[in-house]
């Protein structure tokens, strides 16, 4: 890949033209139109924060170095932004007034509101700029190589990149785009941040079934996502039909894992959403986020709920009291080898040779306290499941 260094190019210049639109996805523009500052690949402006953005117009204030830019040249005279678009993006804003930053009187000003030479320090200040030519192949490679250092991309950022074209153009404009009316629904069961592409991840993740690279290699040059919008709704449609309540814990679950496995189970919305209640009025369910796969489960798998166990000091108490009646009656302290005919019938275990068992089990209403505690062998305890 040919690379050519660049030291003429001024903020004046990356700001003749520069267009920034709030709604992401829908591109932006300097040098007159002739660059592209955020093409399909990049990820979403991430350095609006009120820090970050703020701190490069501080570092040039302090005529601190801004780093490398790099340009990639698409044809002629014509550019798009290969690495630098947060800190070119940020420039921009500043200087067309979208945000303020704080004088040494700790005043915030904007860029019309700063003195006129401090505008001119801004918009003469050269950038240090690497144009590199390549191909397609080449030029991805090493937006991914330059992308370690600072904010790293995270995976779908690269895939974004690695896959660019007009699906990805379409998926970003749909589940990238912060202005989207739905994001307030999705965002009850979908954890991460929308413009790290977060929101994306989850829908190719759904409806590839975890095979997100393939399924984007695939339709990387569809001109429709109808099939990526059709299932990622039926997904959450799904769960806010079963679920009639919205819990905070139900954010970031495997909900395209518990579609699939339960879509086609039925459902009453008023006794799921009584069972919810119950479980989260329980005060030995420790695991909240649990409670959702486990009534689309039929109540079966507790361990989903990391019900409370007995405590060190239960247990103690309890074995001491059976092994004292076993001894005198000639019976082993696991009530269960008691009742047996083989030679355990008699045996007196140990205490770390035995488990904490509910006498009546929790998912049927057994209390986690002494008096529904009962010490049993590790082999009868493993063997009685939840009967």
Not at 163 to 190: C, D, R
Not at 339 to 349: P, S
Request: charged share 25%; net charge negative.
């Amino acid at each position: 890949m040919k690379t050519t260094l660049r030291t003429d190019i001024t903020i004046k210049d990356i700001c003749d033209g520069f267009v920034y639109n709030e709604f992401e996805g829908k591109g932006l523009f300097g040098l007159s139109g002739k660059l592209t500052i955020q093409p399909e690949y990049q990820r979403n402006y991430i350095y609006a924060d009120g820090k970050r953005d703020v701190a490069v117009i501080e570092s040039i204030l302090k005529r601190y170095p801004l780093g490398i830019i790099y340009f990639n040249t698409v044809e002629p005279d014509t550019f798009e932004v290969l690495d630098g678009q947060q800190r070119i993006t940020s420039i921009g804003r500043y200087v067309t007034n979208r945000f303020a930053v704080k004088d040494n009187n700790g005043m915030e000003q904007y860029f019309s509101g700063i003195s006129k030479d401090q505008q001119e320090l801004i918009l003469n200040t050269k950038l240090l700029i690497y144009e590199c030519e390549g191909d397609e192949k080449e030029i991805k490679e090493w937006f991914k190589t330059i992308n370690i250092v600072g904010v790293p991309l995270n995976s779908q950022e690269l895939l974004n990149a690695v896959y660019s074209g007009p699906f990805v153009t379409l998926a970003k404009a749909e589940f990238s785009n912060s202005q989207n009316a739905n994001i307030h629904k999705w965002s009850a069961y979908i954890s991460g941040s929308i413009n790290r592409q977060e929101y994306l991840e989850c829908a190719l993740d759904w409806v590839s079934k975890g095979s997100i690279d393939s399924y984007m290699s695939l339709h990387r040059y569809d001109t429709s996502i109808n099939e990526l919008k059709a299932y990622f709704n039926s997904v959450i449609d799904w769960v806010s039909t079963v679920f009639k309540d919205v819990e905070k814990e139900m954010k970031g679950l495997e909900w395209g894992t518990l579609y699939e496995q339960y879509k086609n189970t039925p459902y009453s919305p008023d006794e799921v959403s009584k069972k919810v209640h119950e479980l989260y009025a329980d005060p030995y369910v420790k695991n909240r986020k649990g409670v959702f796969e486990y009534i689309l489960g039929g109540c079966v798998k507790t361990e989903l709920l990391d019900v409370r166990i007995f405590d060190e000091a239960t247990k103690k108490s309890v074995y001491a009291q059976q092994k004292i009646e076993a001894e005198q009656n000639g019976t082993s302290n696991c009530p269960l080898c008691a009742l047996g005919h083989e030679a355990n019938r008699t045996k007196i275990w140990k205490l770390d040779e035995m488990d904490a068992d509910h006498v009546a089990s929790w998912s049927k209403g057994g209390a986690t306290d002494i008096s529904n505690c009962q010490m049993l062998c590790k082999t009868h305890n493993r063997s009685k499941g939840n009967r």
